[in-house]
C-alpha cells in the first residue's frame, strides 16, 4: 500500500463512535463506520475500543466525518465522536513512544493491504 503522506506530515489519529438508534443494533453502526475505514485505504487497526489510522491529519479527519456520516444513515440519531491525534517529529523516534516498532506477530501495528 502506498504512503499517502510523508512522514513529517504523518499522524496517528484513533477515534470512536458511539451511535444511538432508536431501534436496531448500536454495532451494526459502528460496523458501518469500520467500513468506511477500510473502504478509505489508509493503514488502520480496529480494536474493542476505538480504531486508530496513520496518515495526513486533514485526510483521516475526512475519513472521520464520513464514518460519523455512515453511522447516521444507518440510523443513528445522535452520534457521540472520541478522538486522539498522536503527532511526532522525527526526533521523537528515540522515545517509548513510537508505532514503528511494531506490537503484533508480523511487527506492524497496522492492517496493510
Do not use: W
Request: hydrophobic letters at 45%; a negative charge.
Amino acid at each position: 500500500m502506498a504512503e499517502t503522506a510523508d512522514a513529517r506530515n504523518t499522524v496517528m489519529l484513533a477515534f470512536q463512535v458511539i451511535p444511538r438508534l432508536r431501534e436496531g443494533n448500536n454495532f451494526e453502526a459502528v460496523d458501518r463506520a469500520i467500513a468506511v475505514v477500510k473502504a478509505s485505504g489508509v493503514p488502520f487497526q480496529a480494536g474493542a475500543m476505538e480504531t486508530t489510522m496513520r496518515g495526513e491529519l486533514d485526510q483521516l479527519l475526512e475519513i472521520v466525518k464520513r464514518a460519523v456520516k455512515a453511522c447516521l444513515e444507518f440510523g443513528a440519531v445522535e452520534v457521540i465522536t472520541n478522538i486522539k491525534i498522536h503527532t511526532t517529529t522525527p526526533e521523537a523516534h528515540d522515545t517509548f513512544c513510537t508505532y514503528t516498532r511494531g506490537v503484533t506477530p508480523n511487527k506492524s501495528v497496522f492492517i496493510e493491504d
